[in-house]
Every structure is written in structure tokens, then in C-alpha cells.
């Protein structure tokens, strides 16, 4: 009886042995399979940031500049800058030229003269700006020198700005104390959006004010003749 009942329990021990060995074995196959399956590539473009050309100080430069990433010029340009982009153009250096982004901002550490700076989104001049005329869609900031004409949704003054010319805007300016400026400052008529559905409930309300003003309306007769005859009545 002991000899039979050892029997079978060896018969279960390998039984049992056997059944963890060939589990030990399927996990082991998993892990060399995924091990040597190939990870998709990642992308570079991705973990890099937005790429920015630089031209050094010292460096000289002649003829127009056509710029499709932000441009952080330090050295010496004559000639035209331009982006048909959203890019942004800082000036630390100086140029001879108009500067030109449709949808970025413009930065003015250096000089510009004699040329005129379009952006798409907001101006700021904290060095010197002479000759031409600045326009930003959004706003402009003067913390410098300048001399001619701003145009923009907002014009801010700075403390350390000085100069003279023409200042246009159509929502906000403000002026800070310490500014020296002489310029002509005018508020222009802001933009107006179009409507394309109108509600009936507006429609009708300015149907029924316009008749309310045509009836309500006086015709007054000024000719000399008339104004005799009520006189003489």
C-alpha cells in the first residue's frame, strides 16, 4: 500500500512538474518574440523644435531676403526681407529695406531705415525706426526711437520712446509717462464683420423703424417764395 501510494504520488509531482516547465517555456518564447519585433521609427520632425535661421553680427549682406522659418538677423542687411509665412523676423543688427511677414511678428532690437515693416500679428520697436511707415494687425509697441507712421488695432508707448510722425489706431493707444513724441494721433473706424443670415426678429424690427421715421418725417419747403407766403400768413 505504501509503494502504491508513493506511485502516485510521484506520478502527480511530475505531473505537476510538468505542466509549470511547459508554462515557463510558452513565457519564454513571448518574451524573445517580443523582444525581436521591430519598434516603429520616431519621427525626428517631431521632437525638434520650429527651426530659426540666423545671421551672424559682422556678416554683410545685399539684395532681398525670402524667409520661410523665423529669422534672428544680427548683421548687416541692404536690401528687402519677406515671409509668406508665419514667421518671425527679429532685427538685432541693422538694415536698409522693408520687412515683410503675413503672419508673424516683427521685432526691431537694431536700426531699420528708409523701409516699411507689415506683420500679420504685432510690432515691437525697442531700438530705431525711421523713414517709412509701420503697420500690425494687432498691435504696436514703441519703446524707442521712431520717426514716421504707426498703424494698428493697439499702440502702446513706451516710457523710453522718442520721435515723431503719425499715430493710427482703432481700438486702444496708451502713452506712458517719460514718452517724447510730436505726432498726429487719429482713431480709425474698426473693422466690420459681416452678417451673412440675419434673424427675421432684427429684419422686421428695422422694417417697422424705418416706416416709423418715413411717416414720422417733415418735409420742410425753404424756397424764398414759400417762406414769403407763411411769413405774410
Not at 3 to 24: C, D, F, L, M, R
Not at 74 to 99: A, F, M, R, Y
Request: hydrophobic residues 30%; aromatic residues 4%; charged residues 25%.
Amino acid at each position: 500500500m505504501f509503494k502504491k501510494w508513493n506511485a502516485e504520488g510521484e506520478g502527480n509531482n511530475n505531473g505537476g512538474n510538468g505542466v509549470q516547465s511547459a508554462t515557463i517555456e510558452k513565457k519564454t518564447e513571448g518574451a524573445k518574440q517580443a523582444k525581436d519585433t521591430p519598434k516603429p521609427p520616431v519621427s525626428s520632425s517631431a521632437a525638434l523644435p520650429k527651426r530659426s535661421n540666423t545671421i551672424l553680427k559682422g556678416s554683410k549682406l545685399t539684395g532681398d531676403i525670402h524667409v520661410t522659418s523665423d529669422l534672428e538677423l544680427s548683421g548687416d542687411v541692404e536690401g528687402n526681407i519677406k515671409s509668406d509665412q508665419d514667421c518671425n523676423i527679429i532685427l538685432k543688427g541693422n538694415c536698409k529695406g522693408n520687412i515683410e511677414t503675413k503672419g508673424g511678428s516683427v521685432s526691431i532690437d537694431g536700426s531699420l531705415e528708409g523701409g516699411n515693416i507689415i506683420a500679420g500679428k504685432d510690432v515691437t520697436i525697442s531700438g530705431k525706426f525711421s523713414g517709412g511707415e509701420v503697420t500690425a494687425k494687432n498691435k504696436v509697441y514703441v519703446d524707442g526711437a521712431f520717426s514716421g507712421k504707426l498703424t494698428a488695432n493697439e499702440v502702446e508707448i513706451g516710457s523710453n520712446a522718442n520721435g515723431k510722425g503719425e499715430i493710427h489706431y482703432k481700438e486702444y493707444i496708451s502713452i506712458s509717462r517719460g514718452a517724447r513724441i510730436e505726432a498726429q494721433i487719429s482713431q480709425g473706424q474698426r473693422d466690420l464683420k459681416v452678417v451673412k443670415d440675419v434673424p427675421q426678429n432684427i429684419q422686421q424690427n428695422v422694417k417697422q423703424n424705418v416706416q416709423q421715421n418715413v411717416q414720422q418725417k417733415k418735409v420742410v419747403d425753404m424756397r424764398p417764395e414759400k417762406a414769403a407766403e407763411k411769413e405774410a400768413k
